[in-house]
């Protein structure tokens, strides 16, 4: 894009050079021609008019009288009747400029110049116009290499800012490029990224709700079942375990249908290198604490890797770093360690503010619940978006406030392929 926008000016500035450069330097050329003929043929009139004079007055015309009218090189003639041909000066050579008067007895002036200074000063009147246009397209280069990188910059981040929407990273960007069109799309994609988010928190919402209603109703029919498969009626007993069976069944291909979900939710999820990628995460959020006075420091293990999908992560801890910032005070910090558990890393974000109220803890990841006037969805979405990597986000510690995000270590029999469970035939 960039390179194209480079072009498209060179190009209207290189056709503007030609349209204006060329005419203008012929118009040069010929001014110059034009002026110094013009000057020529004024200093012929007024040795004419001389000459007119002194014929008049009956004197004889004394050439010699004109010789600081003659230029330098030039041949001055006279002609006339009853006169006879008179020149003074040196011969012009080959392809002369010449001008001429008459005189009032059917006489000429006539004033010859040699052309070679006319056309050395035409040809650095012409490089001079040359300079001047090489001179505006160079301009025009440095113009349209300033303009094409303005305008590929913001290109660029709107692209970068599309792709990680499409990637789940749902957070509004504040940058604005003071270009109406641009901050337009900028907008769009701001609010198309706080829609996304509600949708995908309701969609997590109700899995959850769903399956966790299945459950319970399958649990419940299966529990009145059980009871019917020892009756002492011998059909109602055999119907009675067909029907525990069907519901066995109906629950083992709920749990398959679920875990095939959560497959295709991690299906995206790759290594990631945490002491590469925290540091490029958190740099952005280093500006924002700086303009408020606060500081954020890292920690990070060495050698630390994790499974998860990289815009979610990216969402994921910037919506930690911007609940730290909206709602904490002080420094802000992340540890990245090893967890406690074997095949777990544990990523601890906490600042040194007062901390959670006792009131707001239990329901500090709920779905649009907010104790600062937030929307309420960020927290909420982290946490649906870190399940859905197979990790997990907890609170783990009130005073001050310190989130900790559980993530799996890469395995080598982790896969990427998502194979849903066949439809079984009804038996």
């Known amino acids: 894009m960039r390179r194209r926008i480079l072009l498209a000016i060179l190009l209207a500035v290189l056709v503007t050079a030609a349209v204006l450069g060329i005419p203008l330097g012929v118009t040069a050329w010929r001014l ?6 013009e000057s020529l043929a004024e200093r012929a009139r007024n040795i004419a008019a001389t000459v007119d004079t002194q014929v008049a007055n009956g004197q004889e015309v004394d050439i010699d009288q004109f010789r600081v009218g003659v230029p330098h090189g030039g041949l001055l003639t006279i002609r006339g009747d009853g006169i006879p041909e008179k020149q003074l000066g040196l011969n012009p050579g080959p392809d002369p400029v010449v001008e001429s008067a008459p ?7 006539i004033l010859a110049i040699p052309s070679e200074p006319v056309r050395t000063k035409q040809t650095q009147v012409t490089l001079l116009v040359v300079l001047l246009v090489v001179l505006s397209v160079g301009t025009g280069t440095v113009v349209a290499t300033v303009t094409a990188r303005r305008l590929a910059k913001p290109l660029r981040h709107v692209a970068d800012r599309a792709s990680r929407l499409g990637g789940g990273d749902f957070r509004p960007d504040p940058s604005r490029y003071r270009v109406a069109e641009l901050d337009m799309l900028a907008e769009a994609l701001d609010t198309s990224g706080s829609a996304l988010a509600q949708l995908v928190q309701r969609e997590r919402q109700l899995v959850g709700d769903v399956s966790h209603q299945l459950r319970s109703r399958l649990t419940a029919l299966q529990l009145r079942l059980e009871p019917l498969t020892l009756h002492e009626d011998a059909e109602v007993a055999e119907e009675s375990r067909a029907a ?4 066995d069944r109906l629950a083992q291909a709920l749990e398959d249908l679920l875990a095939a979900a959560r497959a295709a939710r991690e299906v995206d999820a790759e290594p990631v290198d945490l002491p590469v990628s925290l540091p490029a995460i958190a740099e952005e959020w280093r500006q924002l604490l700086r303009s408020e006075g606060r500081n954020l420091r890292m920690k990070i293990t060495d050698g630390l890797v994790v499974r998860a999908t990289p815009a979610r992560l990216r969402e994921v801890i910037g919506v ?26 544990v990523i601890e974000v906490g600042d040194t503010g007062s901390g959670v109220p006792d009131e707001i803890t239990p329901h500090i990841f709920e779905r649009g619940f907010s104790g600062g006037g937030s929307t309420g969805v960020g927290l909420a979405l982290a946490r649906a978006l870190v399940e859905a990597d197979g990790g997990r986000l907890e609170l783990s510690n009130k005073r001050p406030a310190i989130f900790s995000l559980f ?21």
């Open 407 to 427: 993530l799996k270590v890469p395995r080598p029999d982790d896969v990427g392929e998502v194979r849903w469970p066949a439809d079984p035939a009804p038996r």
């Open 103 to 109: 005189t009032a007895r059917r006489g000429t002036v």
């Open 320 to 345: 930690l770093l911007d609940n730290a910032l909206r709602h904490g005070a002080g420094t802000v910090t992340v540890v990245a360690r090893r967890g406690d558990a074997e095949g777990t890393v």
């Open 32 to 37: 110059v021609e034009n002026l110094n003929r």
């Open 244 to 247: 525990q069976e069907q519901a």
